[in-house]
């Protein structure tokens, strides 16, 4: 079965740092590609992508230079470092893994993230 879960959300004060992780099981991780999505209301926004290696990065305006996508495929597991957090970075965080045709094709359950003073 195949299975994705975050962790790492949290509160935390602007300025201030959290970094999630997302392991998967269930099939072989490095093989796929993931996506870091948040939703903030109704809309989902994409966050962050790479594919198999890690060798191709890509982010999203609103978080270049502050977030970092990265993955340690030995571990099965994807991570969101965050820095320079703001308020409206506050949503619930998923990470997704992507398939050969880069569906989004299974997602974790989230995790919030609160950026409040």
């Known amino acids: 079965e195949v299975q994705l879960v975050e962790s790492g959300g949290g509160l935390v004060q602007p300025g201030g740092s959290l970094r999630l992780s997302c392991v998967a099981s269930?099939?072989?991780?490095?093989?796929?590609?993931a996506i870091w999505v948040r939703q903030a209301g109704k809309g989902l926004e994409w966050v962050s992508i790479t594919n198999s290696g890690a060798g191709a990065t890509s982010y999203t305006d609103s978080v270049k230079g502050r977030f970092t996508i990265s993955r340690d495929n030995a571990k099965n597991t994807l991570f969101l470092q965050m820095n320079s957090l703001k308020p409206e970075d506050t949503a619930v965080y998923y990470c997704?893994?992507?398939?050969?045709?880069?569906?989004?094709?299974?997602w974790g359950q989230g995790t919030q993230v609160t950026v409040s003073s």
């Open positions: 269930g099939f072989t991780f490095s093989s796929y590609g």
């Open positions: 997704a893994r992507a398939n050969s045709d880069w569906d989004f094709d299974y």
